[in-house]
């Protein structure tokens, strides 16, 4: 994947449909890094693509939470997103499974100063080779996105269904819009149904 920097992360039972049989590639938006303003190494703009060491860094948030020692702040995101995942109040076990059966890739592919940044237009722009090279890579049976700023800015699709990407091989992908589950109004009870629904009708 020629364009990707921050590679996504693949659960181990990713391919073959884990708990959800089904490959889900979840779709969020950015990664926050302190050292933005400063760094000119940092994705698809930066000047030393090759030698950054930055390029497992969603595999490693990942990792973080789903290897926790410790409870930090921003893991409530990645805890109230498996729960609207598979329905029920999950523990460190239940994380594990969750995150080993999907997929997770942050859209784009260079970072933000911090949360409330979230990325200008020339970054969505630069970022959308990476996405389709991710879509032929994966070859996930649905998306699931979280957020309006990626959802509005990701590319059209590119079927006459909708809400439907298609690969190079003609298969489609259905794809589901959530919002972001940082929002202090994101009840994960509800999300469910909605996911369930969408599951089920693929």
């Not at 708990?19 to 000047?47: A, E």
């Not at 090279?133 to 309006?148: A, S």
Request: include cysteine; hydrophobic fraction near 35%; charge should be negative.
């Amino acid at each position: 994947m020629d364009n990707v920097f921050f590679e996504p992360w693949i659960g181990d039972n990713y391919y073959d449909g884990g708990n959800f049989n089904k490959r889900i590639l979840v779709i969020g938006n950015s990664h926050y890094c302190k050292f933005r303003s400063s760094c000119s190494t940092c994705g698809v703009d930066g000047n030393y693509f090759e030698d950054s060491g930055c390029y497992d860094l969603t595999k490693d948030v990942i990792n973080l939470y789903i290897n926790r020692t410790h409870w930090q702040k921003w893991m409530i995101t990645y805890q109230k997103f498996e729960r609207a995942l598979c329905g029920y109040s999950t523990d460190m076990d239940d994380s594990k499974d969750i995150w080993n059966s999907i997929a997770f890739y942050n859209y784009l592919q260079t970072a933000v100063d911090n949360w409330k940044d979230k990325g200008n237009d020339d970054d969505y722009y630069s970022s959308e080779g990476a996405f389709w090279e991710v879509l032929e890579e994966l070859r996930p049976d649905c998306l699931i996105f979280w957020g309006n700023r990626v959802w509005s800015m990701a590319p059209a699709f590119n079927n006459d269904d909708e809400d439907c990407y298609e690969l190079d091989d003609g298969t489609e992908i259905p794809v589901l819009f959530i919002n972001h589950p940082s929002w202090v109004r994101f009840h994960w009870e509800d999300i469910n149904n909605k996911i369930n629904d969408f599951l089920n009708d693929i």
